[in-house]
């Protein structure tokens, strides 16, 4: 379904790396797979993606290369709505990530390529943010972007400066990859300074224990942990008014996946799904941190918000690739009916 342009303000612009995965056919390893299914991807394009689709308008920028395979990519964001007018062009290459499925004995394996990459090689100054964020009232990244290379870090820091300064609702995903920061600084030295005008936060237990060495006890319930991190963040992050985790739990075939949300200082948890099959799990918790932002723009009720963003991030896993091609309708259906195998004629 193509998706109508975008016409005036936008709600969110969201910043970071554009990129191509490529997926291992069928279930096989990298050491015998002879093809791979390509999908386009990046953190903050997937959640511009299920947020375009679900009717916020939102607009996405990064830099990537002048040539066909990254204007392919571009060309499908306008397809689900996204406002790309403000991408940049320059650099030589596409970063890139490759991925071998799991399964219930072995876990998936990503690989990136990305050294090198037109986003990667991104400098301050670049990017006119004044312009870039004028008339939108969120902006989101997440950690990767500032994962890739020192100069990257730069950018999202002058980004950061100007929504700050113009007092717009700064989102941010903790997003923590062990394997992209390569660039003689830890996550621990860059994130910190960067997260510190964050209102939204989507973080996990592990990425909050290596940027600011948050320990949780961790022999206590999810919750009960959710509720130490949370109450050590706010300690770090003061103008954080919303936090929000999911997590994911598995019992032999089925897949058990959970959440819960701090906001304004009040606890909200979900009983979550059980989920008996999944297709592809990457991309998941971008559909979360969408599905958690739409309900925060739409004003719905604090047990409402997690509840959808749940629901976002469960179907998420239904569909291959990294962008949730789902609707709100399904949204809402699942939300109240559960998985389904029935079909709609």
């Known amino acids: 379904m193509m998706m109508p342009p975008l016409n005036g303000p936008v709600q969110l ?22 093809e791979y299914k390509a999908y386009y991807a990046g953190a903050e394009a997937n959640a511009c993606v299920l947020l375009s689709r679900l009717g916020i308008p939102t607009r996405y920028i990064t830099r990537v290369p002048d040539n066909d395979i990254a204007l392919a990519g571009i060309q499908q964001l306008q397809s689900h709505g ?28 990503v690989i ?74 830890k996550a621990s030295d860059i994130m910190p300074a960067l997260l510190q005008y964050s209102e939204v936060v989507v973080a996990d237990l592990d990425a909050a224990a290596i940027y600011y060495g948050i320990k949780t006890a961790e022999g206590a319930s999810l919750e009960d942990r ?53 297709t592809d799990q990457i991309g998941t918790g971008d559909a979360f941190t969408a599905g958690l932002l739409y309900g925060l723009m739409n004003d719905l009720p604090p047990q409402a ?20 091609i789902i609707n709100k309708q399904e949204v809402e259906q699942f939300m109240q009916q559960g998985a389904s195998g029935r079909i709609i004629r």
């Open 13 to 34: 612009t969201a910043f970071g790396e554009f990129m191509m995965r490529l997926h291992s056919a069928g279930s096989q390893r990298f050491l015998q797979t002879q």
């Open 82 to 109: 996204v406002a790309t007018g403000h991408v940049i062009y320059g650099g030589e290459k596409l970063g890139l990530y490759f991925t071998e499925p799991g399964n219930h004995l072995r876990p998936t394996r």
């Open 112 to 185: 990136y390529d990305r050294a090198g990459s037109s986003y990667a090689e991104l400098q301050p100054g670049m990017i006119d943010w004044k312009k870039a964020l004028h008339n939108t009232a969120y902006f989101h990244w997440s950690g990767v972007a500032a994962a890739v290379s020192q100069s990257a870090a730069d950018v999202c820091a002058e980004a950061l400066a100007v929504a700050k300064e113009n007092g717009v609702i700064i989102s941010a995903d903790f997003n923590y990859r062990s394997t992209l920061w390569r660039y003689g600084k």
């Open 226 to 278: 959710f509720k130490q991190c949370s109450d050590a963040l706010r300690k770090r992050l003061p103008a954080m008014r919303t936090l929000a985790m999911s997590f994911r739990k598995t019992e032999g075939l089925m897949h058990d996946y959970s959440g819960a949300m701090m906001h304004q200082g009040q606890y909200y948890f979900t009983a979550g799904y059980r989920l008996p099959f999944i």
């Open 305 to 324: 918000v997690i509840e959808f963003a749940m629901a976002c991030g469960a179907l998420k896993q239904s569909v291959q690739g990294d962008w949730a």
